[in-house]
């Protein structure tokens, strides 16, 4: 959740609010008060993956050229009429890949990416000198400092953020993004990865306590699906051929049914994946939430990997844990969010090996390093 002041809050709130949007390059500022005529702002991700922001910007005229510029956008809101006194929250910086201009309407169309969003599109390459061996932590630490960003997470109270890494396992893979590798290690810590508005490379821990709460009365529409979780079940899969193991919790199985997480052809994983199964089922077991899609009166402040309190009429309450906003300032505010579940998945567990049990296991394993492969049987 974006910090905010107590009267940025209440403004919001209120039912009668006057917002607009600035955009900043550099020494300039493009606002509604000229010629700023919109701003959509899109978030996607979800836990054990990315998180990647996307702005939509137009402007009047047709006199710019902001291609691979730095822009930061920012929200604000009048919180005081008697004295016009403003307030602005930052929505974040984000880097232009392209301008459309419309010579007919003479406006001017900005897409433009956050950070996470240009690393999905930075291949990787070995040239970057980034070193292995390596634990998790100084991975991402690596990633962090080769791309001028701070890593504001303590690795040290992650899961699995000590395994050693031995050889780069992404110098083969073509076309591997530092997007991905990011991606791989949320998934090895059972984080969600993401860049801040002030740019820092976060990997953020599953919230299991609502951070921020609505009634009907911060609501437009609310579509409420069924329950998803508790986690009971993690699988690690080599797909698509279905190689997998399975760590379960055998006692949340029977008293709730199965809620599967499914990671598949992790990199960081695949090498020893009976050792780290284990830590990211203990991060993971009994975490749930209800899905939902909602229109809000217009907040700004919601962010992808909060968890929500819904407090309806009759004071039933619901959590939801945000997975995409849609957030659009053109003179006036709307905000859409969900909370969506992720995919069902149909492991054959018959099939699949589980590390609480001793089975035989033939895998194919692939040297990347040394560019051979060799059959491996093992009593695991």
Known sequence: MLATSNAFRTAMLSLIKQVGACVIDGETTYSQDDVLQSVVIKTSGYYYGARTKTATIKLLGVDYNLVDHALEIKQRTCTDFGTNTW???????????????????????????????????????????????????????????????????DFASLPNSGHIITEDLYSKITGITYRDILSEIAGTTATLAMVDEDDGLEFRQLERTPSDSWSFNDLKKLKIEPKYGPVNSVVLARTPQEDNIALQDSESIITNGLTELKLANNEILDDDRQTLISP?????????????????????????????????????????????????????????????????????????????????????????????????VSKQ
């Open 87 to 153: 307030e602005s929250l930052s929505q974040g910086k984000f880097v232009v890949t392209e301008q459309e201009i419309d010579l007919e309407k003479e406006v001017t169309t900005i897409q433009a990416y956050d950070m996470m969003g240009i690393l999905g599109n930075t291949q990787y390459s070995t040239e970057d000198n980034i070193n292995f061996p390596c634990t998790v932590g100084n991975l991402a630490l690596q990633i962090a400092t080769h791309f001028g960003l701070r890593l504001v997470t």
């Open 280 to 376: 990211i089922l203990e991060a993971s077991k009994g975490f749930w939430f209800d899905p939902v899609s909602a229109i809000t009166t217009g907040h700004g402040w919601h962010e992808v990997g909060d968890r929500i309190a819904i407090i309806d009429n009759e004071n039933n309450t619901y959590e939801t844990i945000v997975t995409e906003t849609s957030l659009t300032l053109d003179g006036g505010i709307k905000e859409v969010i969900s909370g969506v579940a992720p995919v069902e998945t149909q492991t054959n567990y018959a099939m699949a090996g589980g590390i609480s049990r001793t089975i035989y296991n033939t895998e194919i394993k692939v040297d990347k390093q040394n560019q051979s492969i060799e059959s491996i």
